[in-house]
């Protein structure tokens, strides 16, 4: 009896031990199951306790949150960048999309595109049911209106990276108000055109402003190269003067200095400098004057013709002056004859002046 009941306690017990054995087992395959995932790079998860916001996981690699049903998890990609198209000019079926009216009442057809990625997974997924089509109609809507704040000229020149910035600054502002946990990188306007029938005056003026832009950049260049010689030259022109300046005053200063020297020198013996000064100035003046020297108390002079000087000195000219034609030379010896005659005849006179 105590031997049936001591194997009845033992086999109670081993089915307790395997049935808690079991059991365990079994919450460790739902916990594997249903709380275990793998993050890949770029993706997010989104933790929910009790169907309340519990975390978000940015990390890569392998996690454990508790199981379901305590936690649940929804993994998105969180850092691709994702790309969304508008327009299309050449569609004539997606013209309503592509066609917008600018402040001065023109129509222009706009394909322009919208970068963006999913900054908050958790307001992603569960602030908004659908995020994509939201966005879709806020970008058009922030492109119209800026669009209608701006001159035709402005969109399809003037202002194209201006309107993309303020796109994207109000496409930002909306996608934050409705909490659609995105984050806008980039608006890119792709092409942009007037209507078909206005299009040939466009490209008009589309190329006059390009020549008129050549022509300025061309007038710059030009004078970023003038100006800088203009300003050389005319520093070179003022140093050139000032130098002159500094020369002519030391001149003018050594000579006033030479005549104050002068000045005492004089006022100490006047008759002695004044006849130094003289004998100075003969002696830097004689040398290049013809002289003749007649002694004292002579009575009267004697015309004479100085043969020999004169062919020295038509030597000297003759060396100094360029060759002449014959012609030339026979006129002059013309000429000369009768120079000759003329200074003989006076000699002559006087030869027989004292007969």
Known sequence: MAEDELEQGIGRTLRRATLLLLLLGAGAAWVVLTGYYTLRPGESAVILRLGSFERTVHAEGPHLHAPWPIETRAVIESNRELRMEFGDVDDLARRDETAMQTRDNNIVYLEFTVLYRRSNPFEHLYRVRDPEPMLREASQAAMREIVGQSSVDGVLRDRRELIESEVRERLQ???????????????????????????????????????????????????????????????????????????????????????????????????????????????????????????????????????????????????????????????????????????????????????
């Open 173 to 355: 502002q909306i996608a934050d108000d409705y909490q659609l946990g995105l984050a806008i990188s980039e608006v890119d306007l792709q092409e942009v055109q007037p209507p078909q029938p206005v299009r040939a005056a466009f490209d008009d003026v589309v190329n006059a402003n390009q020549d008129r832009n050549r022509k300025i950049n061309d007038a710059e260049g030009y004078a970023n190269e003038v100006v800088p010689r203009a300003r050389a030259s005319a520093a070179e022109h003022i140093a050139s003067a000032e130098a002159y300046r500094v020369a002519k005053v030391a001149a003018a200063s050594g000579a006033a200095q030479r005549f104050s020297a002068l000045l005492v020198e004089y006022q100490k013996a006047p008759a002695i400098t004044r006849k130094r000064l003289y004998l100075e100035t003969m002696e830097a003046v004689l040398p290049g004057v013809e002289k003749v020297i007649i002694e004292p108390g002579t009575t009267s002079v004697l015309p004479y013709l100085p043969i020999g000087e004169a062919g020295r000195r038509r030597a000297r000219e003759g060396r100094a002056a360029p060759p002449r034609p014959p012609a030339a030379e026979e006129e002059a010896v013309d000429k000369t004859a009768p120079d000759a005659a003329d200074e003989a005849a006076p000699q002559r006179a006087g030869d027989e002046a004292p007969k």
